[in-house]
């Protein structure tokens, strides 16, 4: 008796029965026909072309096929392999941060956030990173850190990248820089209200298709690392020690082991009047951006950070690697970091 179709099929793909352990069963029996008359196709083709795969074929063709997820990188690989290009271009971004092997109390913060708006063939990118290193003690420091960054997050996050979601959107790089002028003033605000006695440095990039606007106070740093070999640090520090060096009095190494090397003339949340940097750059392609607290840059040295950027198969890696090794150092105070890597193009 023929079995429904829907039942010869559920049969046909079910498991062997070898592989339940049972003996295998005579195979279904067909009606005979006689082919009709028509074109045909030459007997190599037609048998090739019609002929059923066996289920020993399939499973064995799916036990070879692997079923885990793509790591990172591996996708762009493959595409890549086949000649598709990969739109939007990708940036990659990784964070990471650790409290230290001296300290109670974590009293940096970071912001990071990327998103890209594709249409018509245009791509809008835009990414916002910050990091804030706070000081003035616990219930004084953290807090600041974390008023000033959200400050400027959200206030950056209205200005610039709401309106990234109308028609046409254009922002002129002028205006760029005094919506970070006002973002920093709006953080600076929010840590005389919010955590009186205490203050931050922050360092805040605003990535805007292929150019970052930065705006920096105190003491934490941006690096541009180039695929040639470069690592530039793009922010100058608001410290005493840089200052003494500047003029002079003081070496690079004198200033790195110097006792008042963490005051800082420029902070948010200080009485006097101050103005932040602001400034323009181009993104480095194919190359990394990297915002950090002295954490990292003052126990690290330029070669190693340099060395685990552009070793480690990710930003997040990278990031992991760089936490490690300020720890593995001492780990003196609290490290935060936020590693942004540009399309390999």
């Not at 074109?39 to 048998?47: C, K, M």
């Not at 499973?59 to 939007?88: D, N, Q, W």
């Not at 605003?206 to 690096?223: F, K, M, P």
């Amino acid at each position: 008796m023929k079995l429904p179709f829907v039942e010869r099929l559920r049969e046909w793909l079910s498991p062997p029965e070898a592989d339940q352990g049972l003996q295998p069963s005579s195979p279904p029996q067909t009606e005979e026909h006689t082919p009709q008359p028509g074109p045909q196709n030459p007997p190599a083709e037609a048998e090739q072309a019609t002929r059923p795969i066996p289920r020993e074929e399939l499973h064995a063709a799916a036990g070879v096929a692997s079923t885990r997820p793509l790591e990172e990188g591996e996708v762009e690989s493959l595409l890549e392999t086949v000649g598709v290009p990969l739109r939007p271009d990708q940036v990659n971004v990784g964070l990471g941060y650790s409290t230290g092997l001296q300290r109670e109390h974590n009293e940096d913060a970071l912001y990071a956030t990327v998103s890209n708006l594709s249409a018509n063939g245009r791509d809008h990118l835009f990414g916002l990173f910050v990091v804030a290193d706070g000081m003035g003690g616990h219930q004084h420091g953290e807090v600041a850190s974390e008023v000033a960054a959200r400050a400027m997050a959200q206030y950056l996050m209205d200005a610039v990248h709401s309106p990234l979601f109308k028609v046409n959107p254009e922002v002129p790089q002028e205006a760029l820089m005094d919506l970070m002028r006002e973002g920093v003033r709006r953080a600076h605000r929010a840590v005389v209200e919010y955590a009186p006695g205490g203050g931050t440095t922050i360092t805040a990039a605003l990535l805007l298709n292929e150019q970052i606007t930065i705006a920096h106070v105190g003491d934490s740093r941006a690096y541009a690392i180039f695929p040639d070999g470069r690592m530039e640090v793009l922010t100058r520090d608001h410290s005493l020690v840089k200052r003494l060096e500047e003029l002079g009095q003081l070496t690079a190494e004198e200033a790195a082991i110097h006792p008042q090397r963490n005051v800082l003339y420029r902070a948010l949340g200080q009485a006097e009047p101050f103005d932040p940097d602001v400034f323009i750059t181009p993104a480095p392609r194919q190359g990394f951006l990297m915002l950090c607290s002295d954490g990292l840059w003052g126990v690290v040295s330029e070669e190693d950070l340099f060395q685990i950027v552009v070793s480690a198969p990710s930003p997040a890696v990278a990031c992991q690697e760089l936490v490690k090794a300020a720890n593995a150092g001492g780990g003196p105070d609290n490290i935060s970091v936020i590693l942004v890597q540009f399309p390999r193009k």
